[in-house]
């Protein structure tokens, strides 16, 4: 079994936007799709075969005030509106739908992860989460903290999939998958500081202990992940599609110039994915 995990990475994702779009160029299937925050988003846009929709959500939509902007905080609690991007431009009727009966076909597993605000536990939705205009399973898995208010689901809130599953790939190796392309939005040798998520999770901390407890391992988390990710590449069962310098995007970085080139990264840089599934 194939499988594909994109680990999210807010604006910059628009790298692993291209990586897709290559993918449907290629004709490209998987048999396990695992995305989490943003890369939960780009992977519902693969599996609906909607080529350049997810670049025009970080390149186009993102320059909109609704989109993001201190007044949505004001007004809503949330920087990132995620209702304004899953929702009013998602919808049936809105500016930009996604073809929803197209992904109900897809005959493989799609893990979208999260995490449960109250005890800091990775929860992943399934396809059968999704509906007809109700994608707040996406909404839940992009709820960065502090920069969005928690999404509550059946009762539970959730955030960011990032918080507790940096990245599934033991996730994926549990489910069987023996082939795992692993789209990374930051160099594979990047590795994490600390500083950034020791300021949010004392902030954390006040509302969601247990979440504010699980963000601090988060770092040592990714970094051990990624370099098992390499090893396995070593050894074929791997392959790490990811950019050799961000084009100065980060998080919530806006630039439009700097955000094409790094999709046009992605785009090439997934050239290798064909060969590596043969």
């Known amino acids: 079994m194939n499988a594909v995990i994109d680990a999210g990475g807010g604006l910059r994702n628009i ?5 897709f779009d290559r993918c449907l160029d290629d004709d490209i299937c998987f048999d396990l799709c695992i995305g989490v925050s943003a890369g939960s988003a780009n992977i519902s846009t693969f ?6 929709r997810t670049y ?3 390149h186009d939509y993102s320059q909109r005030k609704e989109y993001m ?6 007004k809503k609690g949330s920087y990132l509106d995620l209702d304004y991007i899953y929702s009013v431009l998602t919808n049936s009727d809105g500016e930009d739908p996604i073809d929803y009966p197209q992904i109900a076909k897809y005959e493989g597993q799609l893990l979208i992860a999260a ?6 536990t990775a929860h992943y939705f ?10 707040k399973v996406f909404c839940a898995s992009c709820a960065i903290p502090l920069v969005c208010k928690p999404v509550e689901i059946c009762g539970r809130k959730y955030m960011d999939g990032g918080v507790s599953v940096p990245v599934p790939l033991e996730k994926a190796l549990e489910m069987g998958a023996d082939k795992i392309v692993f789209a990374l939005s930051k160099p594979k040798y990047y590795r994490r500081s600390s500083s950034r998520n020791d300021i949010i999770a004392r902030l954390l901390k006040r509302k969601y202990p247990e979440a504010a407890k699980v963000l601090l391992q988060s770092n040592d988390e990714y970094d051990r992940l990624v370099d098992k990710a390499i090893e396995l590449e070593k050894e074929g069962r791997v392959l790490i599609v990811s950019p050799d310098d961000t084009c ?3 998080t919530l970085t806006r630039d439009k110039e700097k955000l094409h080139l790094l999709y046009e990264k992605g785009y090439r840089d ?7 599934l043969k």
Request: hydrophobic share 30%; glycine share 8%.
């Open 47 to 52: 599996l609906a075969k909607q080529r350049n």
């Open 15 to 19: 790298y692993t936007a291209g990586v």
């Open 115 to 120: 995490t449960d605000a109250e005890t800091g």
């Open 270 to 276: 997934a050239e290798r994915i064909r060969e590596f």
């Open 69 to 74: 902007s201190f007044g949505n905080y004001l």
């Open 248 to 250: 100065g995007v980060d």
């Open 56 to 58: 025009r959500f970080y």
């Open 126 to 135: 399934t396809k059968d989460d999704l509906h007809q205009d109700n994608y």
